[in-house]
């Protein structure tokens, strides 16, 4: 099993351009977990606290999630189905 320290996320600094994948862990868990970017947004169309965009206003990140990015079967069905 690799250590908990090579996903560790505080070592998204050390890198100069996006990454399209993360990979990392909660806590003690031995998943693995894939991150992919699906989208870059300009500042001025985010809320800088809330971070979401308008037609997202009420919204919970698994609804956003579902609604604009869920659109493979495997997605879909391990995280929308529970």
Do not use: P
């Amino acid at each position: 099993m690799a250590t908990h320290s090579e996903f560790d996320v505080g070592l998204l600094e050390n890198y100069q351009k996006e990454k399209y994948l993360l990979h990392f862990q909660w806590g003690d868990s031995s998943d693995v977990y894939r991150y992919a970017l699906v989208e870059i947004i300009d500042q001025g169309k985010i809320g800088h606290r809330s971070k979401q965009k308008d037609d997202e206003k009420n919204l919970s990140q698994k609804e956003v999630w579902k609604k604009k990015y869920a659109t493979n079967h495997t997605s879909l069905n391990k995280f929308c189905i529970r």
